[in-house]
């Protein structure tokens, strides 16, 4: 009914829009809707690796160089981030987009910053543990969107928030 104003009454299914997203990118110019999702976490262990040590199950990735920093946030594919995401995605954190490493868990995935802000993937901060870590949504004037991450996915963002299921504590605003 966006697209069809000859189709539009009294009634309304609202679909993802309920999400503020778009259900294809048809809709974009006739409609503004703003996303009121966001998927956070908190990074529960931080460590230094060597050089060349091996990240999460089956050692996907390893740590180039020295000054990188390996931080574990409890997010895994039983909450609904895909495994298919794996050395493949980013997340924000202090307001800075950051590489996730390494295989993602069941239970925990891992991100990777290069402290000495050396890389592209470089916040020249050291991240803490308890610091919050933005897998959708805005941190500072950066922002990831279910979009965005169904892209990576060739799928669709109805699928991406949908599969973000009832072992994450929600919080509604």
Same mark, same amino acid.
């Given at each position: ?10 009634? !309304? @299914?609202? /679909?993802? /829009? ?7 990118? =048809?809709?974009?110019?006739?409609? %503004? ?11 529960? @262990? ?5 050089? +060349? %040590? ?24 039983? #909450? /609904?981030?895909?495994?298919? =995401? ?8 202090? +307001?800075? @987009? !950051?590489?996730?490493? +390494? ?13 000495? +802000? ?7 901060h050291e991240i803490r543990h308890g610091d919050v870590v933005t897998l959708i949504g805005k941190d500072g004037d950066q922002e990831i969107t279910a979009d965005e991450m169904? #892209?990576? @996915? ?13 072992? =994450? #504590?929600?919080?509604?605003?």
């Amino acid at each position: 009914t966006i697209l069809h104003k000859d189709i539009q009454f009294d009634m !309304v @299914r609202v /679909g993802i /829009g309920l999400y503020g997203l778009h259900p294809s990118k =048809l809709t974009i110019p006739r409609i %503004d809707l703003q996303p009121v999702m966001s998927v956070r976490g908190r990074v529960t @262990r931080v460590i230094y690796p060597a050089v +060349g %040590d091996g990240v999460s199950y089956g050692m996907t990735w390893r740590v180039p160089r020295n000054n990188i920093q390996v931080a574990t946030v409890p997010i895994g594919y039983a #909450d /609904g981030l895909a495994r298919c =995401l794996s050395n493949r995605m980013d997340v924000l954190t202090r +307001g800075d @987009r !950051v590489r996730q490493v +390494g295989n993602i868990c069941m239970d925990q995935f891992m991100i990777a910053v290069d402290t000495a +802000g050396t890389h592209a993937n470089k916040p020249a901060h050291e991240i803490r543990h308890g610091d919050v870590v933005t897998l959708i949504g805005k941190d500072g004037d950066q922002e990831i969107t279910a979009d965005e991450m169904a #892209d990576l @996915r060739e799928t669709i963002n109805y699928e991406v928030v949908c599969n973000f299921g009832a072992r =994450l #504590d929600k919080v509604y605003i």
